[in-house]
């Protein structure tokens, strides 16, 4: 598959540090940074002391803290990965997608058929008096304590599933190769090391910043609550993210754009777009909508930047799900929440 002249630009370019100054000379770049400092004066201006949502801890100093700390880690990390990738021969995602017009097309009818998903898992939600369907089962990583009902667990998996995996893929599978969507490694060894690299580092930092409640589960919860947290995170949020942004979105944003960093921070808006009816979210003032999109933000940017970088750097929508989605943090982390979901004793 023939390179584009983008991708000879930014694989023979020059080295690292003229590459920075480069990124950082983007005004998408740019805009990201002023935009993260301005919602973290509208959260000092709007909240006050207290944050208005369903957590155990509600300070509004410490939440900052820890959004700032986790972006920082976020970049640390990704750091990690461009040194563990520096001297492969990086796949050119700009030229698995399709010419720009058709690529346009397809990004913005794609966005469009994600928005219909949101708006049909919100109704659905509803209709069964249930928490509205986004990326997350209600009381993932936040700890809310809203009841969900095995039903509701099982319904929400399954409808993200179908919705934002399985019926995209059949679309863009009859069209494209499994290699043109992010679907098949081209460096296994280098995506191995890549996986267990991140993992082992993401764990770590996943056990300090959200606990280790874990290690209170007895051994038989452990036995049934680990794997059935894999299985029902997998189905309802690790494939459909996997799919719907990191298989399809992103060669498109990179072709579209013909900007990494730009595509890298449209990754993780989208990621950040698919969490809109978190359970913790407050819509019902001003206030609180503002508050809840600025930590939707906070929440979710930055982990869905990382997932792009990780595609980005290995060309293959798979290592993201080992190295940093479906074991850190929803298997170690959400475990507790799914033995309390199903009642496992």
Not at 8 to 15: A, I, K, M, S, V
Not at 200 to 205: D, F
Not at 225 to 243: D, E, K, N, R, W
């Amino acid at each position: 598959m023939p390179k584009s002249a983008f991708a000879t630009r930014f694989l023979e370019g020059p080295h690292l540090q003229r590459r920075l100054v480069h990124i950082l000379g983007q005004r998408s770049v740019q805009f990201t940074i002023l935009g993260w400092g301005a919602a973290n004066a509208l959260v000092l201006l709007v909240a006050r002391d207290i944050l208005p949502f369903d957590w155990p801890d509600r300070s509004v100093s410490g939440r900052l803290i820890g959004a700032n700390a986790a972006l920082l880690g976020v970049t640390v990390l990704m750091a990690v990965v461009y040194a563990l990738t520096r001297s492969r021969k990086l796949p050119d995602l700009a030229a698995r997608a399709p010419a720009r017009v058709d690529a346009r097309r397809e990004t913005l009818l794609l966005l469009a058929y994600g928005v219909l998903g949101l708006l049909g898992g919100y109704t659905l939600g509803r209709a069964f008096g249930w928490h509205p369907f986004g990326f997350h089962l209600a009381g993932t990583l936040y700890e809310t304590h809203d009841h969900v009902e095995p039903a509701e667990a099982l319904v929400w998996a399954g409808y993200n599933l179908v919705v934002y995996a399985v019926v995209p893929l059949i679309y863009f599978r009859r069209r494209y190769s499994a290699e043109a969507l992010n679907l098949r490694s081209n460096n296994r060894p280098g995506d191995a090391v890549v996986i267990i690299v991140v993992l082992v580092i993401e764990s770590l930092a996943q056990g300090l910043a959200l606990g280790t409640q874990i290690l209170d589960l007895s051994f038989r919860q452990l036995l049934l609550g680990m794997p059935l947290s894999f299985g029902l995170y997998f189905v309802g949020t690790v494939l459909p993210a996997m799919i719907f942004i990191y298989a399809i979105l992103v060669p498109r944003y990179l072709k579209l754009t013909e900007s990494m960093a730009t595509t890298v921070i449209l990754g993780g808006l989208t990621y950040t777009l698919m969490h809109l009816w978190d359970a913790w979210t407050v819509f019902t003032t001003p206030d609180g909508a503002a508050l809840s999109v600025v930590f939707l933000l906070f929440t979710y940017f930055g982990p869905g930047m990382m997932k792009t970088v990780l595609t980005l750097r290995t060309g293959n929508a798979w290592v993201h799900v080992w190295a940093y989605h479906a074991l850190a943090p929803h298997t170690f982390h959400d475990a507790p929440l799914i033995v309390r979901v199903f009642q496992i004793r």
